[in-house]
């Protein structure tokens, strides 16, 4: 085995750790990818016998390249998504990667706080707090002393612990209060639909999926459990799934395109947000015909 080789080896057995830090950094694997094969591109380059922790140097190297991939972003004056890309799997196949990548229980209601946050906030959080990197290293990459990465992951995580909901740890009692929804929304239940819902529940869309003028996100139970009854009126078929690790489903409208994700995070047995990726080009980008299999019939 070559040095070239030896090295690309190495690179494939820290490849999940390195896309589970870009996913939770810019929240879509698809740039996540990107990230990790632009650290590839570095380490080829590098002089690697100067290395001493290769699985720290790329992580690192990582975290620098989603840094400024999130400060272009911002320079370019893009506005984010609103829901970030999901990880769908089935039920009752789990794709042991999926696992890997949402090993800290990384969901979609964590990752729109983490859109809220400043470039830097969110990697200072991300690095420190999720995968335990000293505030030092953090420290290099973002350019500041220590003592300043450190007040950038305290504001972080303030923002995180005050606006993240935690859902109940059984999946079946998420599958239950979803399934109770579902149920009432295809029965046009208003009253059962409120029963399910907090009174403060969020629903948020994608940015694209709403019509012009139209806001995407729903507060109040009253006005969630409306949505829900019109949009139970256009599907065909619903199909349950994981959404990052927690109850949701994919619908289908006819001939087998998909309309809608939904990832409901449940609290003591209330559904207290939703969040829906309904833009059908963001849809397309994820092949839910594939990582899914045939849609069935709820």
């Given at each position: 085995m070559d040095k070239h080789e030896w090295l690309a080896e190495r690179f494939e057995e820290k490849r999940t750790h390195l896309r589970a830090v870009a996913y939770r950094m810019l929240g879509s694997l698809s740039e996540a990818d990107d990230a990790v094969q632009e650290s590839w591109l570095?380490?080829?380059?590098?002089?690697?016998?100067?290395?001493?922790n290769l699985a720290g140097w790329l992580t690192t190297v990582v975290a620098r390249v989603c840094l400024d991939m999130l400060r272009s972003r911002k320079s370019r004056g893009e506005v984010p998504l609103g829901v970030p890309e999901?990880?769908?799997?089935?039920?009752?196949?789990?794709?042991?990667?999926?696992?890997?990548?949402?090993?800290?229980?990384?969901?979609?209601?964590?990752?729109?706080?983490?859109?809220?946050?400043?470039?830097?906030?969110?990697?200072?959080f991300v690095l420190h707090d999720l995968f335990a990197v000293p505030f030092d290293e953090i420290a290099r990459i973002v350019e500041r002393s220590p003592a300043a990465a450190r007040q950038l992951a305290s504001r972080a995580r303030r923002r995180v612990q005050g606006a993240a909901k935690v859902p109940d740890a059984d999946l079946n009692r998420q599958r239950e209060v979803v399934n109770a929804f579902l149920a009432a929304a295809r029965g046009g239940d208003f009253d059962a639909l409120l029963a399910v819902?907090?009174?403060?529940?969020?629903?948020?869309?994608?940015?694209?999926?709403?019509?012009?003028?139209?806001?995407?996100?729903?507060r109040g139970a009253k006005a969630v459990a409306e949505q829900a009854l019109f949009f139970s009126r256009l599907v065909e078929l619903v199909q349950p799934v994981l959404v990052n690790g927690v109850a949701g489903i994919v619908s289908w409208?006819?001939?087998?395109?998909?309309?809608?994700?939904?990832?409901?995070?449940?609290?003591?047995?209330?559904?207290?947000?939703?969040?829906?990726?309904?833009?059908?080009?963001?849809?397309r980008q994820l092949d839910l015909a594939v990582t899914l299999g045939q849609a069935e019939t709820d």
């Open positions: 570095r380490l080829s380059r590098s002089d690697t016998a100067a290395i001493e999901p990880i769908v799997s089935r039920e009752d196949r789990i794709n042991p990667e999926h696992e890997a990548l949402l090993a800290d229980s990384v969901g979609l209601a964590l990752l729109v706080v983490l859109e809220t946050l400043e470039p830097a906030e969110r990697l200072a819902l907090d009174p403060d529940v969020v629903l948020r869309t994608d940015r694209g999926a709403a019509p012009p003028g139209v806001s995407r996100e729903v409208l006819p001939g087998g395109r998909p309309f809608s994700i939904l990832s409901f995070t449940v609290t003591q047995g209330k559904i207290v947000e939703i969040d829906a990726l309904s833009n059908p080009a963001r849809l």
